[in-house]
C-alpha cells in the first residue's frame, strides 16, 4: 500500500489518455455487464419443472388438444395433480404493449406452487369467472390495480365478434423461482372463460401439465401419456416442462456461443488499445523508471509498480462498467419487468468481470513491465 | 581519514555494435569518507563511467571496487538495489524529478525502501527539505518549481536516507550561474556541516573550485590530481 501514492501518480500524469482508457474500458465491461446478464438470464433454467410434465401436440407446441384428454391422462398411474391451458397473444391500450394471456384450469396454482399470490385474491380468482391475475411488474408497469376492468385486444373472435376481451383483475402474483420468471409477462384467466366466449377452438385446450410425484416413475408416465393418443388425429409429445424450457432456448440459439464471440471481439479490441496505451506511457516514463532504479528501487519493484497500475486503471474502469450495467439493468428491470431475459448483475457477473479485469491488466502490461523492469539505468539516464 | 572508496585497477568496456569500446583503462583511485571530490575531463575521458560505477550503477568489466569495505562489483543487480537505497545518493543534472510528485513525496520516495512509518517518512523528507531550504515549497510539484530548487529538492531526496556518498552528475548543468553557485554552497556545506562524501562530475572550472579535490580523466586514465584550498 505504501507505493499506492505512486501507482495512483503515474495514473495521472496524462489525465486525458488516462479518461479515453478509462472509458473504453468502462464501455467494454458495461457491455460484458449487460451480455452476461442475458447469458445468465438464459442460462438460469433453475431446478423447477423437473417434477411437472407438458404434454402438447407432438406436431408443434400450441395445436389444440381434446380438453377430453383430461380425465384419460389423469388415469395414468402415477399421475398427480393435472391442468391444462389455453394460450391467446394479447395488447393492452398500444399495440407494442405486448401481454401473454393464458387461460388455466381450476387446479393451475396448485400445480405451480411458485406462483405466489394472497389467499384471498386466489379464492377470488377461482370464482370470478372473467377474472384474471397479473404479476407485480405488469400491474407496476401499466398501473393496474385489482378490481379494474383491463380490457385486452387479442386476434381471437370473441362470439359477439368482438377481439377485445375484458377481463376484471382479481389478484396480484409474483414468481418466487428466478429461473422461471420470464412467465411473469403473462396474465392468467380462467380456461372456462376464455372456452365459452371464443368463437372457435371450443372443448380444445393447448397443453396439459401434470405433476408426477414419484420422479423415478416419470419416463414411464409420460409414456403412457403419449400412448393415450398414439395413431389419432391428436398425437401428443410429453416431456419435463424443465427439458422443454430448455429446449426452447435452445431454439433461440446458443445465446453463450454468441455472448462469447461478441465479448471475444471486444476484449481482443480492448487487449490492442490499453496494450498500446501501456506500452507507449511505458516508453514514455523510461526516465523516471530508470530514476526509481538508480535510487533502490529493484526490478521486480520496478515490474510491480507497471504491472499495478495497468491492474489498477482496469479494475476503476471494469468497476464503473458494472456499475454502469447493474444500473441499466436494475432500470429495465423495473421498467419491463422480469420478464424482459435480462438476470441481475449478481455476485458472478462481479467475479468474471474482476478477474477478467485482472487477467487484460497483467496480459497488456507484461511486456512493458518487463521492458522497466530490465532496462539498463545508464543507458536509460543518458537516453540511450 | 581512512578510506571510503577503493578502486583497483577498473577498466571498462562496452560493446558498440561489433565495436569494442574501452572507456575506462586500469583505474586506480582511493577516496577517502569526508571528501569533496571534482571529476574533470573532456567528453568521452570517462568521467561519467567512473561515478556510475562508484554509484553502483554499472560494473567494471574488470577490476575491483570497494566502498566501505563492500565489494560492490560482485553484487548482483538486485543486490546492487539495495546497496543504492542504502549507501548512495544522487544528483542528476536535469533533477529526474518524478512530476507528478509533490517535492515532499519525492523526497520521500528513497525512504519508501525502508522500514519507516508513513509518519516517520513525512518528517524525514521535511528535515531534509528544511535542510535545503525548500520547507515552504513542500507541497508544490516539480513543475511549480524553478531550476534551481528542482536541484536542491533532488539533493533533499538524496541525502533524505542519510547515504553513505552522494554522486551528483553535472548538478549544475542545467542551470544558470546564480542557481550554480546556491546549489554548489549548498553541496558544499553538506560536505563541511555534515561530513558527507560527495563525488561531483563536472565541465565547469568554477564549478570544481567548490570542490576539495579534482581528478582530471583523459582516454580512460586518471591524468592529473589538484588539491584545492578550501573555498
Not at chain 2, 544522487?90 to 524529478?97: A, G, K, M
Amino acid at each position: 500500500m505504501k507505493y499506492f501514492h505512486l501507482v495512483w501518480a503515474a495514473l495521472a500524469r496524462r489525465k486525458g489518455r488516462t479518461i479515453f482508457t478509462l472509458l473504453s474500458i468502462l464501455m467494454a465491461f458495461l457491455l460484458f455487464g449487460l451480455l452476461d446478464s442475458v447469458r445468465s438470464a438464459f442460462s438460469n433454467t433453475g431446478q423447477a419443472g423437473k417434477d411437472r410434465l407438458l404434454t402438447f401436440s407432438s406436431i408443434n407446441w400450441g395445436l389444440p388438444l381434446p380438453q377430453s384428454l383430461y380425465e384419460r391422462i389423469r388415469a395414468v398411474p402415477g399421475v398427480g395433480k393435472i391442468e391444462y391451458a389455453s394460450a391467446i397473444g394479447g395488447t393492452y391500450q398500444d399495440p407494442n404493449n405486448y401481454v401473454g394471456i393464458e387461460g388455466h384450469a381450476d387446479s393451475f396454482l396448485d400445480i405451480y406452487p411458485e406462483w405466489q399470490i394472497a389467499p384471498a385474491e386466489r379464492e377470488a380468482f377461482l370464482r370470478t369467472r372473467t377474472g384474471i391475475i397479473a404479476s407485480e411488474s405488469y400491474a407496476k408497469r401499466f398501473h393496474w390495480k385489482i378490481g379494474d376492468k383491463i380490457p385486452l385486444k387479442t386476434a381471437v373472435y370473441k362470439k359477439d365478434g368482438s377481439t377485445v376481451w375484458t377481463f376484471d383483475l382479481v389478484g396480484i402474483y409474483r414468481i418466487s423461482d428466478s429461473s422461471m420468471q420470464s412467465n411473469e409477462n403473462t396474465v392468467y384467466a380462467r380456461w372456462d372463460y376464455l372456452n365459452e366466449a371464443r368463437q372457435e377452438g371450443g372443448g380444445t385446450v393447448d397443453w396439459f401439465a401434470v405433476e408426477v410425484p414419484d420422479l423415478s416413475q416419470i419416463d414411464r408416465v409420460s409414456q403412457a401419456i403419449d400412448a393415450l393418443s398414439a395413431n389419432s388425429d391428436h398425437e401428443t409429445k410429453t416431456e419435463t416442462e424443465y427439458a422443454f424450457y430448455i429446449e426452447t432456448l435452445r431454439q433461440l440459439g446458443d445465446v453463450g456461443l454468441i455472448v462469447g464471440s461478441i465479448m471475444g471481439a471486444v476484449f481482443f479490441t480492448l487487449v490492442l488499445l490499453t496494450g498500446n496505451t501501456t506500452a507507449q506511457t511505458v516508453r514514455e516514463r523510461i526516465p523516471e523508471l530508470a530514476t526509481l532504479k538508480a535510487i533502490g528501487f529493484s526490478p521486480s519493484s520496478v515490474l510491480g509498480l507497471v504491472l499495478s497500475e495497468s491492474v489498477l486503471v482496469l479494475l476503476l474502469g471494469s468497476s464503473l462498467g458494472l456499475i454502469g450495467a447493474a444500473v441499466i439493468v436494475y432500470w429495465v428491470r423495473s421498467t419491463m419487468g422480469s420478464t424482459i431475459f435480462l438476470a441481475p448483475v449478481g455476485e458472478d457477473t462481479w467475479l468474471r468481470g474482476l478477474a477478467l479485469a485482472v487477467v487484460v491488466g497483467l496480459l497488456v502490461a507484461v511486456l512493458p513491465a518487463m521492458r522497466g523492469m530490465r532496462l539498463r539505468v545508464v543507458d536509460a539516464l543518458s537516453g540511450r | 581519514m581512512n578510506t571510503l572508496v577503493e578502486i583497483r585497477n577498473v577498466s571498462k568496456v562496452y560493446q558498440r555494435g561489433t565495436q569494442r569500446v574501452e572507456v575506462l583503462h586500469h583505474v586506480n583511485l582511493d577516496i577517502p569518507n569526508g571528501a569533496f571530490l571534482a571529476l574533470m575531463g573532456p567528453s568521452g575521458s570517462g568521467k561519467t563511467t567512473l561515478l556510475n560505477l562508484i554509484g553502483g550503477l554499472d560494473s567494471p568489466t574488470d577490476g575491483s571496487i570497494a566502498v566501505d569495505g563492500s565489494r560492490i562489483d560482485r553484487l548482483g543487480e538486485s543486490a546492487l538495489a539495495k546497496w543504492r537505497a542504502a549507501h548512495v545518493g544522487f544528483v542528476f543534472q536535469f533533477y529526474n524529478l518524478l512530476p507528478m510528485l509533490s517535492a515532499q513525496k519525492n523526497v520521500e520516495l528513497p525512504l519508501l525502501l525502508t522500514g519507516l512509518s508513513a509518519s516517520e517518512r513525512k518528517r524525514n523528507a521535511s528535515i531534509a527539505l528544511a535542510l535545503v531550504g525548500l520547507g515552504e515549497r513542500a507541497g508544490h510539484k516539480p513543475t511549480e518549481l524553478s531550476g534551481g530548487q528542482q536541484q536542491r529538492v533532488a539533493i533533499a531526496r538524496a541525502i533524505v536516507s542519510d547515504p553513505t556518498l552522494l554522486v551528483c552528475d553535472e548538478p549544475t548543468g542545467d542551470l544558470d550561474r546564480q542557481s550554480a553557485t546556491d546549489i554548489l554552497s549548498l553541496l558544499q556545506q553538506l560536505n563541511r556541516d555534515h561530513g558527507k562524501t560527495i563525488i561531483m562530475v563536472t565541465h565547469d572550472p568554477k564549478a570544481a573550485e567548490y570542490a576539495r579535490q579534482t581528478l582530471h580523466l583523459d582516454k580512460g586514465t586518471l591524468v592529473e590530481s589538484q588539491q584545492l584550498v578550501e573555498a
